[in-house]
Protein backbone atom coordinates (compact mmCIF):
# COMPACT_ATOMS: atom_id res chain seq x y z
CA UNK A 1 0.00 0.00 0.00
CA UNK A 2 2.71 2.81 1.22
CA UNK A 3 4.13 1.78 -2.69
CA UNK A 4 1.07 2.11 -4.52
CA UNK A 5 0.72 5.88 -2.39
CA UNK A 6 4.07 6.97 -3.47
CA UNK A 7 3.65 6.25 -7.10
CA UNK A 8 0.83 8.38 -7.48
CA UNK A 9 1.86 10.73 -5.29
CA UNK A 10 5.04 11.00 -7.88
CA UNK A 11 2.29 10.78 -10.93
CA UNK A 12 0.49 13.84 -8.98
CA UNK A 13 3.94 15.75 -8.87
CA UNK A 14 5.17 15.18 -12.72
CA UNK A 15 1.04 16.15 -13.86
CA UNK A 16 1.72 19.54 -11.51
CA UNK A 17 4.65 20.07 -13.34
CA UNK A 18 3.50 19.48 -16.73
CA UNK A 19 0.17 21.10 -16.61
CA UNK A 20 2.33 24.36 -15.39
CA UNK A 21 4.51 24.15 -18.52
CA UNK A 22 1.79 23.59 -20.92
CA UNK A 23 -0.54 25.88 -19.55
CA UNK A 24 2.40 29.21 -19.87
CA UNK A 25 3.52 27.50 -23.23
CA UNK A 26 -0.08 28.65 -24.64
CA UNK A 27 -0.86 31.74 -26.48
CA UNK A 28 -2.45 33.86 -24.43
CA UNK A 29 -5.09 36.47 -25.96
CA UNK A 30 -3.25 39.19 -25.39
CA UNK A 31 0.06 37.50 -25.50
CA UNK A 32 1.27 38.07 -21.25
CA UNK A 33 3.15 35.53 -20.09
CA UNK A 34 2.96 32.58 -23.15
CA UNK A 35 5.04 35.41 -25.32
CA UNK A 36 7.31 35.59 -22.10
CA UNK A 37 8.37 32.06 -21.17
CA UNK A 38 8.90 31.49 -25.00
CA UNK A 39 5.19 30.73 -26.82
CA UNK A 40 6.55 32.05 -29.89
CA UNK A 41 9.25 29.23 -29.77
CA UNK A 42 6.89 26.31 -28.96
CA UNK A 43 5.02 27.32 -32.03
CA UNK A 44 7.61 26.86 -34.15
CA UNK A 45 8.97 23.75 -32.59
CA UNK A 46 5.19 22.40 -32.75
CA UNK A 47 4.11 23.52 -36.56
CA UNK A 48 1.07 26.16 -36.78
CA UNK A 49 -1.47 24.00 -34.95
CA UNK A 50 0.21 23.95 -32.04
CA UNK A 51 -2.77 25.68 -30.19
CA UNK A 52 -4.43 22.32 -30.84
CA UNK A 53 -1.13 20.60 -29.86
CA UNK A 54 -0.61 22.29 -26.58
CA UNK A 55 -4.88 22.49 -25.93
CA UNK A 56 -5.12 18.63 -26.14
CA UNK A 57 -2.19 17.76 -23.64
CA UNK A 58 -3.20 20.16 -21.17
CA UNK A 59 -6.35 18.86 -21.13
CA UNK A 60 -5.23 15.14 -21.53
CA UNK A 61 -2.79 16.17 -18.21
CA UNK A 62 -5.61 17.63 -16.36
CA UNK A 63 -7.71 14.69 -16.67
CA UNK A 64 -5.20 12.34 -15.38
CA UNK A 65 -4.21 15.32 -12.80
CA UNK A 66 -7.94 14.78 -11.25
CA UNK A 67 -8.45 11.14 -11.45
CA UNK A 68 -5.09 10.75 -9.63
CA UNK A 69 -5.80 13.20 -6.79
CA UNK A 70 -9.64 11.24 -5.99
CA UNK A 71 -7.52 7.88 -6.17
CA UNK A 72 -4.98 9.80 -3.48
CA UNK A 73 -7.40 10.97 -1.77
CA UNK A 74 -9.39 7.92 -1.36
CA UNK A 75 -6.15 5.88 -0.39
CA UNK A 76 -5.50 8.69 1.95
CA UNK A 77 -8.77 8.57 3.76
CA UNK A 78 -8.83 4.70 4.08
CA UNK A 79 -7.72 3.60 8.05
CA UNK A 80 -5.66 0.72 8.17
CA UNK A 81 -7.14 -1.52 11.06
CA UNK A 82 -5.09 -2.94 13.91
CA UNK A 83 -5.19 -6.37 15.19
CA UNK A 84 -7.79 -5.67 17.50
CA UNK A 85 -10.22 -3.90 15.31
CA UNK A 86 -10.06 -6.70 12.88
CA UNK A 87 -11.72 -9.21 15.52
CA UNK A 88 -15.14 -9.25 14.82
CA UNK A 89 -17.62 -8.14 17.99
CA UNK A 90 -19.75 -10.57 20.06
CA UNK A 91 -23.44 -11.10 18.93
CA UNK A 92 -25.64 -9.98 21.16
CA UNK A 93 -28.73 -12.22 22.26
CA UNK A 94 -32.01 -11.20 21.95
CA UNK A 95 -33.72 -10.83 25.15
CA UNK A 96 -35.56 -14.51 25.22
CA UNK A 97 -32.79 -16.50 24.28
CA UNK A 98 -30.71 -15.07 27.83
CA UNK A 99 -30.30 -16.86 30.31
CA UNK A 100 -30.26 -16.49 34.28
CA UNK A 101 -26.67 -15.70 35.66
CA UNK A 102 -25.39 -18.75 37.50
CA UNK A 103 -24.03 -18.35 41.03
CA UNK A 104 -20.57 -19.94 42.16
CA UNK A 105 -22.18 -20.60 45.14
CA UNK A 106 -24.65 -23.30 43.02
CA UNK A 107 -21.52 -24.82 41.08
CA UNK A 108 -19.59 -26.33 43.63
CA UNK A 109 -20.69 -29.82 44.73
CA UNK A 110 -21.09 -30.48 48.44
CA UNK A 111 -18.31 -32.64 49.05
CA UNK A 112 -18.68 -35.26 52.17
CA UNK A 113 -18.49 -34.08 55.54
CA UNK A 114 -15.38 -35.28 56.92
CA UNK A 115 -15.92 -37.58 59.83
CA UNK A 116 -14.27 -36.21 63.17
CA UNK A 117 -12.30 -38.48 64.70
CA UNK A 118 -13.44 -39.62 68.43
CA UNK A 119 -11.02 -39.00 71.05
CA UNK A 120 -9.26 -41.67 72.91
CA UNK A 121 -9.64 -42.67 76.27
CA UNK A 122 -6.17 -42.63 78.30
CA UNK A 123 -4.56 -45.36 79.80
Not at 85 to 97: F, G, L, R, S
Amino acid sequence: MIFLKALFIVVEVLCCLLLMGLILLQKSKNEGLGLAFGAGAGESLFGARAGNVLSKATVVLGIVFMANTLLLGVLFAQKDKTLMEQVPAPVAQPAAMQTQPVDAVDLVVPAEEPVAAEPQEEM
